[in-house]
């Protein structure tokens, strides 16, 4: 029977798509929602303009929208708001199918026919998912490659602290100067950079800026290093939007003075260790299961071909050592480092070998990646601590 006939006297609108397509992409928008909000905030805003599909879902501070091509391009335009999960549940079961969907406007519902079925379940009106800040026309416009752009947010992210105390140093803070454009984020005892400075950044002075965690987290899921293209960065007093030819994530961003990161890092370390970064790494978590677990130190021991690895639990009589071969340019020396820091860097670090810059107990010691882009600078500073 006609669909007017069978589902009442609204206009009925119809649209084809793949249902893996549709799937993935719910999925990734879907990443966005969580925590306390509005109910509407668990369903995503589906609009159909010509041959696109847009679907955007929120949580009240982050918004995040994904482009989609259709299959069929004919009919008219709609939108509405379903709830993710009742309809990802259903894509998952109906793998690499055409799916036609229809909407009638007089009774909201939306019907899915696949090659042996259908499903139908009520939506709601698009008017009703909340509206897009207004984010103005002034405010500062800089593109970068998206490759770049997810290294300086994977480079720096994992440094960022959970401590409420400083708020504006739970996020990543982005420093763009016409020379340069850096990434940097520290909780006190660890601090990471990316710059890059070979960038056309088309900026005539600096712009300081401070990301929320979550977010960064948010974009690092759903771009990749491997993506081709640019990355637009749009910033405003208060929001921040990010554009690829594919999506669009707006967010809020963090308020307050971020510290000056530039006058913690030391200029005159003058022992230098090089070291292969897997092999360093390894040694480092598997000393770390012996380590005390309030403060996870691995005491280090330097001399010009080794590094002595060593941890002790003495509440549980347990140690551990290992040596790892390196190449050192003093004597000897001997610090303490936490496990889960080095952990954290060596494992993001973005290359086969990497050096170890120290100077005293007083001043952090600079991991770099040996290598690497041109114009691209990595930089890790971590607290050492003299063990006797």
């Known amino acids: 029977r006609d669909a007017q006939e069978s589902r009442g006297l609204g206009d009925v609108y119809k649209r084809q798509i793949l249902s893996d397509l549709l799937r993935d992409h719910l999925q990734l928008v879907a990443k966005v929602i969580g925590g306390k909000g509005l109910a509407i905030m668990e369903f995503a805003l589906v609009e159909v303009k010509g041959e696109k599909m847009s679907l955007t879902a929120t949580d009240g501070e982050t918004r995040i929208c994904s482009h989609v091509d259709l299959s069929s391009k004919e009919g008219e335009d709609m939108s509405f708001c379903v ?62 490659p998206i490759a770049n752009f997810y290294e300086g947010l994977d480079n720096t992210v994992y440094a960022t602290t959970v401590d409420d105390v400083r708020p504006i140093m739970t996020g990543v803070h982005v420093d763009i100067r016409p020379e340069h454009i850096t990434f940097v984020a520290t909780n006190g005892f660890l601090l990471s950079y990316y710059r890059h400075s070979m960038l056309e950044l088309n900026v005539n002075e600096q712009h300081r800026y401070t990301l929320h965690k979550k977010p960064v987290q948010l974009l690092l899921q759903v771009l990749s290093k491997s993506d081709n293209g640019d990355i637009e960065l749009e910033f405003h007093p208060n929001f921040a939007l990010f554009k690829t030819e594919t999506l669009e994530l707006q967010c809020r961003l963090l308020e307050g003075k971020y ?94 070998t990497i050096s170890m810059r120290i100077g005293d107990a007083s001043r952090a010691a600079l991991v770099t990646p040996i290598g690497g882009e041109a114009g691209v600078e990595i930089v890790v500073a971590v607290m050492p601590l003299v063990y006797g």
């Open 83 to 144: 709830r993710v999960r009742q309809l990802v549940e259903p894509l998952r079961e109906i793998p690499n199918q055409m799916i036609q969907f229809e909407l009638n406007t007089e009774d909201y519902e939306l019907h899915g026919k696949y090659n042996n079925g259908f499903f139908s379940f009520p939506v709601i009106k698009g008017e009703d998912f909340p509206e897009v800040q207004s984010l103005g026309d002034e405010g500062l416009k800089v593109k970068m």
């Open 259 to 352: 510290p000056n990161y530039e006058t913690v890092i030391p200029k005159d370390n003058d022992k230098l260790l090089e070291a292969d970064r897997l092999q360093l790494l390894a040694a480092t978590r598997r000393v770390a299961v012996f380590a005390n677990k309030a403060m996870g130190l691995i005491n280090f021991d330097f001399s010009p071909s080794e590094l002595v690895l060593k941890a002790t639990d003495q509440d549980f009589s347990t140690k551990a050592e290992e040596a790892v071969p390196v190449s050192f340019s003093a004597p000897e020396a001997r610090f303490s480092f936490r496990a889960e820091h080095l952990i954290q860097l060596l494992t993001v670090m973005p290359s086969e």
